[in-house]
T-cell receptor, first 116, second 112 residues
Framework: NAGVMQNPRHLVRRRGQEARLRCSPMKGHSHVYWYRQLPEEGLKFMVYLQKENIIDESGMPKERFSAEFPKEGPSILRIQQVVRGDSAAYFC??????????????FGEGSRLTVL | GNSVTQMEGPVTLSEEAFLTINCTYTATGYPSLFWYVQYPGEGLQLLLKATKADDKGSNKGFEATYRKETTSFHLEKGSVQVSDSAVYFCALSETSGSRLTFGEGTQLTVNP
């Protein structure tokens, strides 16, 4: 059973460009979470999605950031007009439909964004 | 709101030493508590968890006990190995959904 797949693993963008990060949850999981890990810091919650719905986006910056989890295909975290402060590791995690409240999340290996 | 506080790192130990990483939390309800581990260049993996007071989570020689009276969930291991070198995150889950609140992480380095 494949784990959570994220791509790209590494992404370099210049200031003002767009970054798109993709996440395919584990098979059978329909709950996806995005977390951001800034250098030397812990993980900060960004957004929680189910298929075609944003459940909780309280951790998302108000501007330039958006996320989706379409009926078909991976979840996408989109950052428009990137700035140097967006440089971080972005982790996706998924949990199973059957028991979303256990708190056990399965993490991908992360996408490391570097903004020049 | 909910929060998690971990002991500051980094922690450096010799192989076979005893490990304690302190974790305390603040929560309005009755959260579940977790320790996740992040090996270099990888994502986080669940190490152990406890869902109610006095529960003890254990895995790979690591243990942590959910102490409601002291709002703590300290991680312990009796004899660490070089392969335990990683960053350890304490976390709690709120009662609605699986959103996790993480501590800052503690870097552990074990030397031979």
């Amino acid at each position: 059973n494949a784990g959570v797949m994220q791509n790209p693993r590494h992404l370099v963008r210049r200031r003002g460009q767009e970054a798109r990060l993709r996440c395919s949850p584990m098979k059978g999981h329909s709950h996806v979470y995005w977390y951001r890990q800034l250098p030397e810091e812990g993980l900060k919650f960004m957004v929680y999605l189910q298929k075609e719905n944003i459940i909780d986006e309280s951790g998302m910056p108000k501007e330039r950031f958006s996320a989706e989890f379409p009926k078909e295909g991976p979840s996408i975290l989109r950052i428009q007009q990137v700035v140097r402060g967006d440089s971080a590791a972005y982790f996706c995690a998924s949990s199973p439909l059957s028991d979303p409240n256990t708190g056990e999340l399965f993490f991908g290996e992360g996408s490391r964004l570097t903004v020049l | 709101g909910n929060s998690v506080t971990q002991m500051e790192g980094p922690v450096t130990l010799s192989e076979e030493a005893f490990l304690t990483i302190n974790c305390t939390y603040t929560a309005t309800g009755y959260p579940s508590l977790f320790w996740y581990v992040q090996y270099p260049g990888e994502g986080l993996q669940l190490l152990l968890k406890a869902t109610k007071a006095d529960d003890k989570g254990s895995n790979k020689g690591f243990e942590a006990t959910y102490r409601k009276e002291t709002t703590s969930f300290h991680l312990e291991k009796g004899s660490v190995q070089v392969s335990d070198s990683a960053v350890y995150f304490c976390a709690l889950s709120e009662t609605s959904g699986s959103r996790l609140t993480f501590g800052e992480g503690t870097q552990l380095t074990v030397n031979p």
